[in-house]
């Protein structure tokens, strides 16, 4: 669903991160430590959840949500 408020879990569910999805393709194949930085509600979730969900990258999210 496109409009809905959650964050996303697919890649077809996501809109224009083509660049972001790459660079976070990119950096994992390079073993380097990545930073999903950026303002409230940008996407920041959505995208690494549905790169994680379509990559073969054994993973464990958490999400750390400080009051």
Request: no cysteine; proline share 3%; hydrophobic share 40%.
């Amino acid at each position: 669903m496109l409009f809905d408020l959650t964050p996303k879990s697919d890649i077809k569910e996501l809109f224009n991160f083509e660049e972001e999805l790459e660079k976070l393709r990119n950096g994992f194949e390079g073993g380097r430590t990545i930073l999903l930085l950026g303002i409230r509600r940008a996407g920041k979730s959505s995208l690494l959840r549905s790169f994680l969900n379509g990559s073969k990258i054994p993973n464990i999210f958490i999400n750390y949500l400080k009051d």
